[in-house]
């Protein structure tokens, strides 16, 4: 498996980077961590005539816990987010979720910024950063910007990012209440069948609000704000459960593939939602 | 056709230095440009692990890194670990517990092994099976590599208590 010829380059700061893209177009992407780019290389379905590797550009690899925010570089990995203790009592979903992707060895490549960026619809992040509401910083050749990750999925591999726009950083407001990361996968280091990402706020004995997502059940991640809704009010109980489940099966359209038929998928869908749905009230 | 370009890697502790086509996967350069042959190619498709190698203090997999991203790394493989002459403990450990049959996957489980043991000096049966999640091997049906990390784990706290 030995990929197509390319030009390799390692610029030291963000203008470099920037500066590369401009000068080669179409025919450049950056790398940060590989592990969904080199496959796709070797396969010969990623056609890449200049490489630009992100990994001596600084100030991506940090994590920030704010007051009020939690502040990603685009290039910590799943790895990082395992280890670090401020981010397990912050924003503890992220945790759940980075040791539900692959295997130690890939969590130790893998980036949020190309978790998020790919825009393979079995990616974990993207979902989960819809349920948590981030937002992603891009910056390009006309400036920065920042995309709520809500609206930056339009297919499989399209996202609201321009090829000669650099991810930098993923900011999540500080979530609060209950989570849960539930993934039905067929072994482990691989892609969901299905996944939900679910974080409740709690008022007295009923939800106050929710934030539902769901991974690999449709060419992107899906926010279902239906199946949010459906629990806010109530008591959580199977009715209420039910309702949001059925909810999130009217949001998402899978496809039959290797991991299964449209039947299952969305009988999976249903199951893991509502273990979601449970743990998260259970730590709410 | 782009150039060859120059690398430098430290690899079980010797500067290695030489021109070679970015988009060579690192396995290839240990195994065929350096005869670096410990870490095996098991499915060349990042799901195996018999190719894993320590890059700067992490387990990775060298069958998904071009030879580019590591330049100036460091580098060790089961090479480094341990020889004949002065095995490591895993090593040991695995030759007692019968942790491997072919021993295709050895190199592997025991290079990512060596790391799992520094993350968690004294892992539970349950933390060594997630930790190990990345390699596979098709013979012995894992119980007795889980036995030959527990056994390594004991015999490595023993000795580090011992010399405290
Ligand atoms: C065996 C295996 C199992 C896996 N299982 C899972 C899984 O269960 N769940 C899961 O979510 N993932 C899984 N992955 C994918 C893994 O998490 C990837 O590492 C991740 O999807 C991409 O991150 P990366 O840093 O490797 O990105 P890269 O491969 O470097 O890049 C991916 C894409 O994003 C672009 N990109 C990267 N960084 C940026 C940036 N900062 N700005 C703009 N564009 C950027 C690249 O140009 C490329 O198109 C698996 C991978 C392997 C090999
Ligand atoms: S050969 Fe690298 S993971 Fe199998
Ligand atoms: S001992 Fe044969 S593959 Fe593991």
Same mark, same amino acid.
């Given at each position: 498996?030995?990929?197509?010829?390319?030009?390799?380059y390692?610029?030291?700061?963000?203008?470099?980077?920037?500066?590369?893209l401009?000068?080669?177009?179409d025919?450049?992407?950056?790398?940060?961590?590989?592990?969904?780019?080199?496959?796709?290389?070797?396969?010969?379905?990623?056609?890449?005539?200049?490489?630009?590797?992100l990994?001596?550009?600084?100030?991506?690899?940090?994590?920030?816990?704010g007051?009020?925010?939690?502040?990603?570089?685009?290039?910590?990995?799943?790895?990082?987010i395992?280890?670090?203790?401020?981010?397990?009592?912050?924003?503890?979903i992220?945790?759940?979720?980075?040791?539900?992707?692959?295997?130690?060895?890939?969590?130790s490549?893998?980036?949020v910024?190309g978790?998020?960026?790919?825009?393979?619809?079995?990616?974990?992040?993207?979902?989960?950063?819809?349920?948590?509401?981030?937002?992603?910083?891009?910056v390009?050749?006309?400036?920065?910007?920042?995309?709520?990750?809500?609206?930056?999925?339009?297919?499989?591999?399209?996202?609201?990012?321009?090829?000669?726009e650099v991810?930098?950083?993923?900011?999540i407001?500080?979530?609060?209440?209950?989570?849960?990361?539930?993934?039905?996968?067929?072994?482990?280091?691989d892609? &969901?069948t299905? &996944?939900?990402?679910?974080?409740?706020?709690r008022?007295?004995e009923?939800?106050?609000?929710?934030?539902?997502?769901?991974?690999?059940?449709?060419?992107?991640?899906v926010?279902?704000?239906?199946?949010g809704?459906?629990?806010?009010?109530?008591?959580?109980?199977?009715?209420a459960?039910?309702t949001?489940?059925?909810?999130?099966?009217a949001?998402?359209?899978?496809?039959?593939?290797?991991?299964g038929?449209?039947?299952?998928?969305?009988?999976?869908?249903?199951?893991?939602?509502?273990?979601?749905?449970?743990?998260?009230?259970?730590?709410a | 056709?782009?150039?060859?370009?120059?690398?430098?890697?430290?690899?079980?502790?010797r500067?290695?230095?030489f021109?070679?086509?970015?988009?060579?996967?690192?396995?290839?350069?240990?195994?065929e440009?350096?005869?670096?042959?410990g870490?095996?190619?098991?499915?060349?498709?990042?799901h195996?692990g018999?190719?894993?190698?320590?890059?700067?203090?992490?387990?990775?997999?060298?069958?998904?890194?071009?030879?580019?991203?590591?330049?100036?790394?460091?580098?060790?493989?089961?090479?480094?670990?341990?020889?004949?002459?002065?095995?490591?403990?895993?090593?040991v450990?695995?030759?007692?517990?019968?942790?491997?049959?072919?021993?295709?996957?050895t190199?592997?489980?025991?290079?990512?092994?060596?790391?799992?043991l520094?993350?968690?000096?004294?892992?539970?049966?349950?933390?060594i099976?997630?930790?190990?999640?990345?390699?596979?091997?098709?013979?012995?049906g894992?119980?007795?590599?889980?036995?030959?990390?527990?056994?390594?784990?004991?015999e490595?706290?023993?000795?580090?208590?011992?010399?405290?």
């Amino acid at each position: 498996m030995i990929p197509a010829a390319f030009d390799y380059y390692r610029p030291k700061d963000m203008a470099g980077v920037l500066a590369l893209l401009d000068t080669h177009g179409d025919d450049a992407r950056v790398i940060a961590g590989g592990h969904s780019l080199i496959p796709m290389m070797k396969l010969r379905m990623a056609d890449v005539q200049h490489l630009i590797d992100l990994q001596d550009v600084g100030g991506l690899s940090d994590i920030e816990i704010g007051a009020e925010s939690v502040r990603l570089g685009a290039l910590v990995t799943q790895a990082d987010i395992i280890d670090h203790t401020g981010l397990a009592t912050a924003a503890p979903i992220l945790r759940e979720a980075a040791l539900q992707i692959a295997d130690p060895q890939v969590r130790s490549m893998g980036t949020v910024g190309g978790n998020v960026a790919n825009g393979d619809p079995g990616n974990d992040m993207p979902g989960l950063m819809q349920c948590l509401d981030a937002t992603f910083s891009l910056v390009g050749p006309e400036g920065s910007r920042d995309v709520p990750a809500r609206a930056f999925y339009e297919a499989a591999y399209m996202t609201a990012r321009a090829d000669d726009e650099v991810l930098t950083a993923v900011s999540i407001p500080r979530p609060t209440g209950g989570f849960a990361y539930e993934k039905q996968k067929r072994k482990i280091g691989d892609y &969901a069948t299905a &996944a939900a990402a679910v974080q409740m706020v709690r008022a007295g004995e009923t939800c106050a609000s929710a934030a539902i997502a769901m991974t690999n059940l449709s060419d992107t991640p899906v926010f279902s704000a239906a199946a949010g809704a459906a629990l806010e009010g109530t008591r959580v109980d199977d009715a209420a459960i039910k309702t949001a489940v059925a909810a999130m099966l009217a949001d998402i359209d899978p496809t039959e593939d290797n991991r299964g038929p449209v039947a299952f998928k969305k009988h999976v869908a249903g199951v893991i939602l509502s273990r979601a749905i449970a743990r998260a009230w259970s730590r709410a | 056709m782009p150039k060859k370009q120059h690398y430098t890697l430290t690899v079980n502790g010797r500067e290695e230095e030489f021109l070679a086509e970015p988009r060579e996967l690192l396995i290839y350069t240990l195994r065929e440009r350096l005869n670096i042959t410990g870490p095996h190619i098991g499915c060349e498709t990042s799901h195996c692990g018999a190719c894993t190698v320590t890059l700067n203090g992490k387990s990775v997999k060298a069958c998904t890194l071009f030879v580019a991203q590591a330049d100036g790394a460091e580098i060790t493989t089961i090479e480094g670990i341990g020889g004949p002459d002065d095995l490591h403990p895993l090593q040991v450990a695995f030759k007692e517990h019968h942790g491997l049959q072919c021993g295709y996957c050895t190199p592997g489980m025991i290079t990512r092994a060596t790391k799992l043991l520094e993350e968690i000096p004294n892992p539970t049966e349950e933390e060594i099976r997630f930790g190990m999640a990345g390699n596979i091997c098709r013979c012995t049906g894992y119980q007795n590599i889980v036995k030959s990390i527990q056994a390594a784990a004991a015999e490595m706290s023993a000795a580090k208590e011992a010399a405290e």
